[in-house]
Every structure is written in structure tokens, then in C-alpha cells.
């Protein structure tokens, strides 16, 4: 079982960074590959990234490529999201996720935990 929570979330204009975190608790977080979502606003779940266990490979969608980092810090226990550049279609509620999946994981249904989500909103 693992516990996340995402914070970081806020408004910020276009252009500007933020950067999410995802504390886990519950079983040692590097057995777990880690994976960010977002939703937007009357849109489904969308894929932004992923990390495979014990950071090995990374996965972006196209529309973050270049733009957002995934990370890791297994001392902490943290994953993190950095955004730089951001757009207004960036603004979502992000959502960080674990997957006991040995290969990286981009699709929702490999996830087995979720965080409740934080919410970020890019003004123009």
C-alpha cells in the first residue's frame, strides 16, 4: 500500500515554473515506478510523465516534452513534476501516481495508487 501527496499547485502566468511534489509513504518507494496526470477542466485524465523504478527511463507526453521535468528523491521519498515555460493549457489538476509495473508505465489503468491532486492554473 502507498499513500501520496501532491503539493505545489498555484496560479501562475504564462511563462512562469512551478514545481510539484508527491511525498509517498506506506512501502519503499523505489520498488514503484511514478507517473504524473493531469485533468483539465471538463477534459478526461491525460498522461504528462513518468518515471520507471530507480529512475532509469523516462517517459513525457509530446505536448510537455522539453518544458517538464520528472524527478526523484528516494531519500525522501518525493517525486517531482518541475514546469518550466508554462502555458494556459497547461492549467489541470495534476495528479501523481505509483505503478508496481517493471517497464515504464503511460497508461492510466497501470497505476494502482493515486494521490487527491493539486491544481494548477496558468493565466494568459
Known amino acids: 500500500q502507498v499513500q501520496l501527496v501532491e503539493s505545489g499547485g498555484g496560479l501562475v502566468q504564462a511563462g512562469g515554473s512551478l514545481r510539484l511534489s508527491c511525498a509517498a509513504s506506506?512501502?519503499?518507494?523505489?520498488?514503484?515506478?511514478m507517473g504524473w496526470f493531469r485533468q483539465p477542466p471538463g477534459k478526461e485524465r491525460e498522461f504528462v510523465a513518468a518515471?520507471?523504478?530507480?529512475?532509469?527511463?523516462?517517459r513525457y507526453a509530446e505536448s510537455v516534452k522539453g518544458r517538464f521535468t520528472i524527478s526523484t528523491d528516494n531519500a525522501k521519498n518525493t517525486v517531482y513534476l518541475q514546469m518550466n515555460s508554462l502555458k494556459p493549457e497547461d492549467t489541470a489538476n495534476y495528479y501523481c501516481a505509483a505503478t508496481p509495473q517493471v517497464s515504464i508505465a503511460t497508461g492510466p489503468y497501470a497505476y494502482a495508487y493515486w494521490g487527491q491532486g493539486t491544481q494548477v492554473t496558468v493565466s494568459s
Open positions: 506506506g512501502r519503499t518507494f523505489s520498488t514503484y515506478g
Open positions: 518515471i520507471s523504478r530507480f529512475g532509469r527511463d523516462t
